[in-house]
């Protein structure tokens, strides 16, 4: 790779790449912009002589790793290079030959070209609050400017994701910030709404515990509301079950009484009307009485 060095506007600092981006995604993304060819070069390209263009490098994953240095895996220049494709900084293009790189717009940013310089000093000085802001371009050369130009947008989607995290849970520790990215290509915000409902009733507000919720859901492919709803009556249904079954279990069932010789015995009140029982215990009573007056004559 030739030796030199890169033109790094302050600019970049106010784009939505940068601020959305971990320590070790600028990290990355600084690296690329060094090993980016500055004239051009021939490459072996899917088996083929290439010469690639100022802005183009032919690489892989590893290697991206090795530059970049200590604390950069494989993994976070992935989750980079689709971030960065996402937010049109690059095109990534890979073969098993190797893979191919694209910056878009080098020439804007780092050729030659003096009224490029002029007028992004200009901007500089300006006192911009919009992240995405298009640059304001020279008079004389706006209809070429306005075409090379690219503003790099917000993913909605993510920065939605970013805000809800940060009202329900504070601060966002950098270190979660590629698990994040990765799960909001995963699940929408109403996804994430859903996962930080439970985390809050379940009195665990934290990222975390929020991502663990995701990873869950992804495990056992739940990737829509309506995959969500139908699991919640699944296990609805599943509770109901448990507690009808419960409550069987629960009744008292007395055990029948075993039959004994005594029940072989016919009752003897079976063989008398009610008008004969009258009668039996009005002559008892009769006799009773009788008893009691011998008694007391004596």
Partial sequence: MDKGWIKLHRQLMDKAIWQSSTPQQKVILITLLTMANHKEKEWEWKGKKYVAKPGQFVTSLQSIVDKSGKGITIQNVRTALNKFEKYEFLTSESTKTGRLITIINWDLYQGDNK?????????????????????????????????????????????????????????????????????????????????TKIAANNKKRTVNYILGILRNW????????????????????????????????????????KKTRFHNFDQRTESYSNDDLEKIMERKKLEHLERLRDQNAL
């Fill in 115 to 195: 009224e490029i310089n002029k007028d992004d000093n200009k901007e500089l000085t300006k006192d911009q609050q919009s992240t995405n802001k298009e640059l304001t371009p020279n008079k004389n050369d706006k209809n070429v400017r306005m075409k090379e130009y690219s503003v790099c947008m917000y993913d909605e989607n993510f920065k939605n994701i970013i805000r809800l995290l940060e009202k329900n849970t504070g601060v966002i520790p950098p270190i979660l910030i590629d698990e994040i990215y990765e799960y909001s290509n995963v699940f929408n915000l109403d996804m994430f709404s859903e996962a």
């Fill in 218 to 257: 992804k495990d056992n492919n739940i990737l829509t509301i309506d995959d969500l709803e139908a699991l919640r009556k699944e296990k609805e249904l599943e509770r109901q079950e448990k507690e009808e079954k419960q409550k069987s279990q629960n009744k008292v069932q007395y055990p029948k009484a």
